[in-house]
């Protein structure tokens, strides 16, 4: 099965960690099994839709993720 794999600076605004590979089902829906934001997860799946298959996600309070899809 697909997955996305995720890091983010949410620990340490100096420093991107791995937070994890959720799954990715047939329809493009990531499994909600880490704690980031909807936000994030929203924007991926609007990525993934326009066929994209990396990316990052800003967000207002100066954290951000960077996204790969790994099909």
Known sequence: MA???????TRNPNKMEWLGAPEL??????????EIPE????????????????GMVYLRDGTHYQWFADR
Do not use: F, P
């Open 39 to 54: 936000e994030v997860y929203l924007a991926i799946e609007r990525g993934l839709a326009k066929g994209e298959v990396e």
């Open 3 to 9: 997955s996305i794999r995720i890091t983010g600076n």
């Open 25 to 34: 089902d047939e329809t493009g829906q990531i499994e909600r099994s880490l």
